[in-house]
Nanobody, 119 residues
């Protein structure tokens, strides 16, 4: 079973920055960041692919968010750097052991970290 622990959330004013971290107990090929705001559907925000190396960003965050990873022996940390934050970025942010929106029995999720952006 893969364990994921997110951290780095908080409250910031619009235009500010935050850096989220997701520490995984295994070095997973594809790691995704998702978010869900109250009353809204879950949204895929960004994804990092280990091999071949690649990234994906939702249109709503392109140019403002950046995803990266730091692999150590059998573990990985995936980061989501968020700049120029907007109130509409307010949500619970989760990392997942997949870049797919749909879930399957092999996926794991972290507990989430809250991001609140005030205007």
């Amino acid at each position: 079973q893969v364990q994921l622990v997110e951290s780095g959330g908080g409250s910031v004013q619009a235009g500010g920055s935050l850096r989220l971290s997701c520490d995984a107990s295994e070095d997973i090929e594809r790691m995704g960041w998702f978010r869900q705001a109250p009353g809204k559907e879950r949204e895929r925000v960004a994804c990092h692919l280990r091999s071949p190396s690649g990234t994906y960003y939702a249109d709503s965050v392109k140019g403002r968010f950046s995803v990266s990873r730091d692999s150590a022996k059998n573990t990985v940390s995936v980061y989501l750097k968020m700049d120029s934050l907007k109130p509409e970025d307010t949500a619970m942010y989760y990392c997942k052991t997949s870049c797919l929106v749909a879930d399957n029995e092999y996926d794991y999720w972290g507990q989430g970290t809250q991001v609140t952006v005030s205007s």
